[in-house]
């Protein structure tokens, strides 16, 4: 765990730095808002793209089933998963983060052509990189979703991790909640299914699946220093594209 906290120290001038991004400032309309959830819902989509690599990787999702040979790390990627995958739906059902946040998009009024026709060009067996070089995709979200590929297509099983743990949504800062609060009143409530999936999803991150996550890294690397540098390495490529990802859409709602 200390080199656990080496790496979160090592991180910390960049996740501030994100907090403090000049985006916020600019989120202070419906029509600017419903413009980052447009380009953000990829980064929803990808972080679930992780999240079943580890899947893949760690459990036994083929058959014939054999034992994990990890049973810890199965565990608390199933865990995980079940959460994500599978939440509350706030409506007496269940239903995946992504989905909640596609939904909040619909009801608020957001443009969800770009992801949808995403999704369809990947149900069709288009390749992931060539379904992004839809001309509906910013250029900022093709480099931080093919970011996140290249690191899975990696291979490295502590790089996906990091990608994971380091890359999630507590790089939403306390002051777009209020904002989304403040936006969800003048919008008459339009925006309730994004305040609840923020409550959901940042949430349960806090408590729950960020500690999990930083578990799960920390059994996968152990005391090899070259897995811990291959996690840094990875970490600080994450939050330099989501810095990408954030500046796109900066210069989107100015344009």
């Given at each position: 765990?200390?080199?656990?906290?080496?790496?979160?120290?090592?991180l910390?001038?960049?996740?501030?730095?994100?907090?403090?991004?000049?985006?916020?400032?600019?989120?202070?309309r419906?029509?600017?808002?419903?413009?980052?959830?447009t380009?953000?819902?990829?980064?929803?989509?990808?972080?679930?793209?992780?999240?079943?690599?580890?899947q893949q990787r760690?459990?036994c999702?083929?058959?014939?089933?054999l034992p994990?040979?990890?049973?810890?790390?199965?565990?608390?990627?199933?865990?995980i998963?079940l959460?994500?995958?599978?939440?509350?739906?706030?409506?007496?059902?269940?239903?995946?983060?992504?989905?909640l946040?596609?939904?909040?998009?619909?009801r608020?009024?957001?443009?969800t052509?770009?992801?949808?026709?995403f999704?369809?060009?990947l149900?069709?067996?288009?390749?992931?990189p060539v379904?992004?070089e839809s001309p509906?995709?910013p250029a900022?979200?093709?480099q931080?979703?093919g970011?996140?590929?290249?690191?899975?297509?990696?291979?490295?099983?502590?790089?996906?991790?990091?990608a994971?743990?380091?890359?999630?949504?507590?790089?939403?800062?306390?002051?777009?909640?209020r904002?989304?609060?403040?936006l969800?009143?003048e919008a008459?409530?339009?925006?309730?299914d994004?305040?609840?999936?923020?409550n959901?999803?940042?949430?349960?991150d806090?408590?729950?699946?960020?500690?999990?996550?930083?578990?799960?890294?920390?059994?996968?690397?152990?005391?090899?220093?070259?897995?811990?540098?291959?996690a840094?390495?990875?970490?600080?490529?994450?939050?330099?594209?989501?810095?990408g990802l954030?500046?796109?859409?900066?210069?989107?709602?100015?344009?």
């Open positions: 765990m200390d080199r656990l906290h080496q790496l979160e120290d090592r910390r001038p960049l996740k501030a730095a994100l907090l403090d991004h000049p985006l916020y400032q600019h989120l202070d419906l029509d600017a808002l419903r413009l980052f959830m380009h953000h819902v990829f980064a929803v989509w990808d972080f679930m793209s992780l999240l079943k690599t580890l760690l459990t999702a083929t058959v014939p089933w994990a040979a990890d049973p810890l790390s199965g565990r608390l990627v199933n865990e998963v959460g994500e995958e599978s939440d509350e739906d706030g409506r007496g059902g269940y239903v995946s983060h992504f989905e946040y596609h939904r909040a998009m619909t608020g009024g957001a443009d052509g770009p992801i949808d026709g999704l369809t060009d149900r069709r067996a288009s390749p992931v379904a992004l509906r995709i900022c979200v093709r931080f979703v970011t996140t590929f290249d690191v899975i297509h990696g291979g490295d099983l502590c790089s996906v991790a990091s994971f743990t380091f890359g999630r949504e507590d790089l939403l800062p306390a002051v777009f909640r904002i989304v609060d403040q969800n009143t008459g409530g339009g925006l309730s994004f305040v609840y999936y923020l959901r999803h940042i949430g349960l806090g408590a729950e699946h960020g500690p999990m996550a930083h578990r799960l890294l920390a059994s996968l690397c152990g005391s090899d220093e070259s897995r811990w540098l291959r840094e390495q990875t970490a600080v490529a994450c939050l330099e594209a989501r810095r954030w500046d796109g859409i900066r210069e989107a709602i100015h344009r």
